[in-house]
């Protein structure tokens, strides 16, 4: 059989592929409630497996976490790869945002959940924030770059972006007891919303 056609051995999981099983069964379950015993079961391994590369389930979480972070980073750089135009790629990342975090349900639990432990644990705590700031400013500027090539109407672009992300944060919140704003229909709406908090006129845009 050739290489590439083998199937990975159940005791050769990657601390990679243990964080990309361990983020779907936080996401599904909760932190709380998934064990590592859990994530070895799904992973096909023995725990001590999974013990060889992480030392606690705390240990797991920030390295599913920082899974999450890399992969939404990479996506967003692939995305706005193609588009040269500040305001395009404004309305890309806030479209790609809004998709992961009001209409995925896995992505809103997951960063639900972790907002909750970050209120406990500081390293938890200092990883989002590093996360956050980097959306933040990303968004920022991409918004001065609008508003330098006119696309966009002058203001505080910071505390615009602040603004929105705020918003942003509480659709996402919502979405868990209102689905129905992830309604195709709705989110077009919310993006035109979140876009005019930053500054797009919507007979412009």
């Known amino acids: 059989m050739p290489a590439e056609c083998t199937p990975p051995r159940k005791g050769g999981q990657t601390p990679e592929s243990l964080a990309r099983i361990a983020f779907r069964l936080f996401a599904e379950h909760g932190v709380e409630k998934v064990s590592l015993g859990r994530v070895a079961q799904d992973a096909g391994v023995t725990k001590g497996s999974v013990y ?14 920082q899974m999450y972070y890399r992969g939404w980073q990479r996506k ?13 790629r ?5 479209r790609f945002s809004v998709q992961r975090c009001v209409l995925d349900r896995q992505n809103r639990v997951f960063t639900t959940e972790l907002f909750a432990l970050s209120l406990r644990d500081s390293l938890v705590r200092a990883g989002w924030t ?38 942003l944060e509480g659709l996402k919140l919502r979405a868990t007891y209102e689905p129905e704003i992830a309604d195709a229909v709705e989110i077009e709406s919310v993006v035109n919303e979140l876009l005019e908090l930053l500054g797009v006129s919507m007979c412009e845009g």
Do not use: W
Not at 53 to 65: M, P, R, T, V
Not at 76 to 88: C, D, I
């Open 90 to 94: 404004i309305e890309m990342l806030l």
């Open 52 to 65: 060889s590369h992480f030392d606690s389930k705390n240990e797991l979480f920030a390295a599913a976490c």
């Open 130 to 167: 590093q996360f956050y700031s980097s959306v933040r400013e990303q968004f920022v500027a991409l918004v001065e770059a609008a508003q330098a090539s006119g696309e966009i109407s002058a203001g505080d672009a910071r505390r615009r972006v602040n603004l929105m992300l705020c918003t």
């Open 76 to 88: 967003v750089q692939m995305l706005l790869a193609s588009e040269a135009s500040p305001y395009a």
